[in-house]
């Protein structure tokens, strides 16, 4: 019985997925049909691509704010330089000014030893801003409509190609996070950044790397979001940061670091977006949604921490980033 | 196994120059602004030694193991390896020459694995990926080595703190060091688990290793050393073999002035049982046990790690749950179900842990004295600050906390002085029964002194005191009576007359002595 419920906690976001399509399956019709799903998909993909590069940041105890804003800054940059650049060129420089956003959270953190939360909170600000600044706080459109009509298109039945590149992404982490040195590093720095530190683990240039990742996955999926809609837009994605931590918490990865895998926050986002088109369809109130959402969202935490306590001092507050030595300037 | 020592371990000896010397350090001083931590230390370790190194906190211990282990740089001085002169500008040069810590913090990683710890920042791979099976071999070769039952494979947030001192040693080991420093190694180990560490030491001594040891406890020192180096206030008082040696002599040395009697005991009137517990089980950890604690008296409860001591003073407390037997206080039966009502029924609890459950490093002094008792301290919700003032002045001089400031953040005092300072907080809600859970483990002799002190005045004015400690001498030297624990079930308390060193031991580990 214990066994049962401990396999149960362990696969518990792939429970949920599944009975989130079972249930929907048999109330919504057609909702488990090849259109409907690669639909799903590939909205879940923008999340997705954010969250993926988010899991190894909150795995390094880390956290970055500032996604929503590197996604719109970078579709704005790659939308803009359309015309001057060609269409795919483009798309490389916005990728870039992802991984540079990234950069500057990553140096900032570590350079100041400084809280992340704090600093991608301030990041957020500045980014969006220079998004709103560049454009005049008016949406760019690209050079080729054709362009987008491509890119939405859908292969296999199922794929569109950002959701392919979602899907091929998790995997490649999933890989990495549990087959390489370098993986098991980030786990190192995240439960414990000063034991890492001695053991030889340079744990700044971890996180550095990380935010560099997050934010160059960021720059993807804004780039992607800019091709699709052929738009930029500096007020694109400004509600995808809840949602994207929201999908990696309940992917079972902890806030406080140490603790997460690349297919936990697969389930994640695969959860959230089937909850999600299931209630569009059904008519649900947007607002009524975020509290089904919010509530997925605290059971699986409760879920988790179940999992997590046995053998650990129960009651214990988790401190969101604030006990790890690279943002509290070895401090405790 | 001998046999698998050339598993795990190159020899060591070659390449190590002309010396005995693993370590040379001569004429170290190091000084910060204003203070002057180090002054023309020489210190020097040989190859297949335990060289231990003791002295009171603050007397340079850890500053010059520091400067070993290149986290300091010192302002003026040598440090030979192996008889080459080294310059050590980061940890990772010290590690680079074979020089491993032990630290008394654990510096270990939670949510990795037994072998992923030992071989963590060296694990073994191709292009990167890492060859869980090699590293899982190795990592069990040298558990086996240091003949510890511990799964490679367990999650590391899962051991006790006991068995994580043992990985972290045991990382250290995989590490082929020449030289392994160990800062209290035996804080958080029972008398039997210190007797395993022991065999592992003489293992690796055996096998060429130069071996430091720091450490409080005399008797262990005396026990495991070849050699002894004596620090205090920041110099180098002496290096000595450690025959003819005697553990008051060190003390001497240590603190530069006789000290008569480690444990004092000042004498105090017995009164009526305060705190009387009837045949409590909990279930799982303990069951059956009784005991009774009278006013003035100063009960020891001991037993080796795991014998269910701490789970008895928590469940006391209110912090687990009783499920037989009851507890009687001041003759009337009481329920307590948390901590606050323990807290209103008038018992306190220092607990082991005291970075993790006693002190809030953020707060000053003043801030944690005052929490238990904050609401007395206030006039329609608001606090006065005059009254909060006054208690912490009060409490800051009767322990003599050092520094005596109370607006100190409590993290910044040395492991003695927060000691005072949580069992201050407790004082402050005037409790008839207090539990002190290892109330000086870590601290250093002189702090020692003190903390017995001031239980000592505490109970010469009736309060009732139950005393967990793994140190013998310390419980024999303090306690009125002893409690010894094993296997969850507890002696009848027994009069300190009664027993020896021998005696608990034996009814600790259940072998009966001839």
Redesign the interface.
Known sequence: MRQTIAIVLQYRVAIILALTLTVSGLIVPGYLSETTLSLGLDRAAAIGLIATGLTVLLIAGQIDLSGGAIFALAGIVSTILQPSLGILPAALVGVFVGGLCGAINGGLVVGLKVNSLVLTLATMLIFRAVAHWITNSQPVTGTDIMFSLTMAQIYLDIFSIRSALFIVCIILLHLWLT???????V??V???A???E????AAGRVVFFGFIFAGSLAGVAGVLQSLVTNTGSPVFGSELTVAVIAAVVVGGTRLEG??GSALGTLGGVLTMAALTMAMEFQSVPAYLQQVVSGLILILLVVLDRTVHT????AGAIPLLVTQNPITTGGK? | MGKDLTLVREEIKPEMGSTDFALSMKGITKTFPGVKALSNVNFAVKFGTVHAVVGENGAGKSTLMKVLSGSYQPTSGTIEVGGTEARLRRPADAQALGIRMVHQELNLVPDLTVAENIYLGRMPGRWGFLDKNEMLQKATAVLQEQETAIDPQEILGNLSISQQQLVEIAKAYAANPRIIVLDEPTSSLSEHETAALFRILRKMRDAGIAIVYISHRLKEVLEIADEVTVLRDGSMIETRPIAGISASEMIQLMVGREVSNVFPKSPAKIGEPVLRVNSISDGANFRDVSFDVRAGEILGLIGLVGAGRTEVARAIFGLSGIVEGTLTLNGKDVVINSPAEAVKAGIAYVPEDRKGDGIIPGMSIRENISLPVLRSLTTFGWIRGKADRTLADQYVKQFSISPPDPERRVNLLSGGNQQKAVIAKWLAAKPSVLILDEPTRGVDVGAKAEIHNIIGQLVANGMAVVMISSELPEVLGVCDRIVVMRDGQASPPIDRQDLTEERIMALATGEEVA
Do not use: M
Request: no cysteine.
């Open positions: 087959r390489t040195i370098a993986g098991r590093n786990f190192a995240g439960s414990n000063t034991a890492a001695e053991s030889g683990v140490g603790r046995r053998g650990r001092a405790p």
